[in-house]
C-alpha cells in the first residue's frame, strides 16, 4: 500500500517511476530493424490500440449517458475532460483530411504497410461472443491475447477512479523519438509505405503529451478528491498497467527474435 498526500499526482508518478524508466528504454524499439519485425509489431500493437479505446468507452459509459432514455450523471469536469479526449480518438482529422479514429487510422496504417490484418478483422466480427473468445477465434497473436485480457480482468467492476488511471498511464507517452526514427528509416527503405502510420505516431503520441495526458492527469484527481484511498487504488492501477505493458513489449521482442 503506497502513502500519499491529498491530491498528490506526484507520487503516481513515482510510483511508477521504474516502470516508465523500463518502457522509455525497452529493447523492442532498437530491435526493430526492417519491415518483418514492424510487421510483428504493428499486428500485436493494434489489439492494445483497440484496448485502449475499450478503457476509454469504459469511462464515457460510467461518466457520461450514453444510452436511451438518457439520464443525468453528473459527470461535471470528469465528464467534460472525458467527452474533448473522446472527440479526438473516435473523430480526429487523418492523413487525407478525412474524420477517422485512431485506430481506424493505424488499420489503415498497417494495410499500407502490408501488414496482416486478418486477426484483428476476425476478432472485430466475433466480439459478439465475448473478448476472450474472439481473441480465441482470431488467431490472435499470443502476446496480445494475454495483454487484453490482463487488461479486461483489471476493468471488470473496477471503480471509475482505477479505470481513470488505467487510461491515463496507459497511454503511449513513454514511447521514445528513438521509435520515430527508426520507423522513418525503415519507411525510406519502403519507399513511402508508413506515411500512414508514421502521421498515426506524430497524431497519437502528440496529443496525448499536450492535450490528453494533462487532460487525464486532471481527471484523476477531480475523481481521487480528498480520498486516500482512492489515491492508492488509483496509483496501484497505474502500476499494474504500466508492468502489463512492459510485459506485453517482452513478448513482442521475443517473437520478433523468434522471427
Same mark, same amino acid.
Given at each position: ?9 506526484? +507520487? ?6 521504474? @516502470? ?6 525497452? +529493447? ?10 514492424? *510487421? ?13 479505446? !475499450?478503457?476509454?468507452? $469504459? ?28 472527440? @479526438? ?22 494495410? @499500407?504497410?502490408?501488414?496482416? $490484418? ?10 459478439? @461472443? ?7 477465434? !482470431? ?72 492535450? *490528453?495526458?494533462?487532460?487525464?492527469? +486532471? ?27 512492459? +510485459? ?12
Amino acid at each position: 500500500m503506497f502513502k500519499f498526500l491529498k491530491n498528490d499526482l506526484l +507520487k503516481i508518478l513515482d510510483v511508477t517511476q521504474t @516502470e516508465r524508466d523500463t518502457l522509455f528504454n525497452h +529493447k523492442i524499439y532498437s530491435s526493430i530493424h526492417d519491415m518483418n519485425h514492424l *510487421h510483428i509489431f504493428m499486428e500485436n500493437h493494434i489489439f492494445a490500440v483497440w484496448d485502449f479505446m !475499450s478503457i476509454l468507452k $469504459t469511462l464515457q459509459r460510467d461518466l457520461t449517458c450514453t444510452e436511451i432514455p438518457w439520464i443525468p450523471k453528473n459527470g461535471g469536469t470528469p465528464g467534460r475532460l472525458l467527452n474533448e479526449i473522446v472527440t @479526438e480518438e473516435e473523430t480526429d482529422i487523418n492523413i487525407y483530411g478525412e474524420y477517422s479514429s485512431h485506430f481506424e487510422m493505424y488499420y489503415q496504417g498497417m494495410q @499500407e504497410a502490408g501488414a496482416n $490484418t486478418q486477426p484483428i478483422e476476425k476478432f472485430l466480427s466475433r466480439l459478439d @461472443e465475448g473478448v476472450e473468445n474472439a481473441l480465441i477465434k !482470431s488467431d490472435a497473436p499470443k502476446a496480445a491475447t494475454r495483454f487484453v485480457n490482463r487488461t479486461f480482468s483489471l476493468l471488470n467492476k473496477a471503480p471509475i477512479h482505477v479505470v481513470a488511471s488505467m487510461f491515463t498511464f496507459g497511454r503511449e507517452e513513454v514511447i521514445p523519438n528513438m521509435f520515430r526514427s527508426i520507423i522513418d528509416k525503415i519507411d525510406q527503405d519502403a519507399k513511402g509505405k508508413l506515411k500512414t502510420f508514421i502521421y498515426y505516431l506524430d497524431r497519437h503520441i502528440g496529443i496525448d503529451e499536450d492535450e *490528453h495526458g494533462p487532460a487525464a492527469l +486532471k481527471m484523476i484527481k477531480e475523481l481521487c478528491k480528498e480520498d486516500d484511498n482512492k489515491w492508492n487504488e488509483a496509483a496501484q492501477a497505474a502500476k499494474k498497467t504500466m508492468q502489463a505493458r512492459v +510485459k506485453f513489449w517482452d513478448e513482442i521482442l521475443l517473437q520478433m527474435n523468434q522471427a
